[in-house]
Nanobody, 124 residues
Framework: QVQLVESGGGLVQAGGSLRLSCAAS????????MGWFRQAPGKEREFVATINWSGSSTYYADSVKGRFTISTDNAKNTVYLQMNSLKPEDTAVYYCAAKATGWISSSAGVYELWGQGTQVTVSS
């Protein structure tokens, strides 16, 4: 069964850090590009960061650039999102996504596989 499973969400104070993990299973993801998206209550899903599986290409939303870092661990088939200097406006459900073609993209519509999401809440 092909699936993405996120973990690592939780409640943190503003200025704190969290690391989200996305464990991929069920197929070989070496030719995939991966993305993190988020959706706050009452808002549209928005792009956060994307990476190709080799880690050679990354791209970030302006709102998280310099604070968040996306990375991959090929041995563990896992994608990470390290989130530092968290702000209340980062509060959302965070989703991991995968697309079969290797180029990175900030467009949610091109991603074929999605995880169930993990809640991140940042208190002020």
């Amino acid at each position: 069964q092909v699936q993405l499973v996120e973990s690592g969400g939780g409640l943190v104070q503003a200025g704190g850090s969290l690391r989200l993990s996305c464990a991929a299973s069920g197929r070989t993801f070496s030719n995939y590009a991966m993305g993190w998206f988020r959706q706050a209550p009452g808002k549209e899903r928005e792009f956060v960061a994307t990476i190709n599986w080799s880690g050679s290409s990354t791209y970030y939303a302006d709102s998280v650039k310099g604070r968040f870092t996306i990375s991959t661990d090929n041995a563990k088939n896992t994608v990470y999102l390290q989130m530092n200097s968290l702000k209340p406006e980062d509060t959302a459900v965070y989703y991991c996504a995968a697309k079969a073609t290797g180029w990175i993209s900030s467009s949610a519509g091109v991603y074929e596989l999605w995880g169930q999401g993990t809640q991140v809440t940042v208190s002020s």
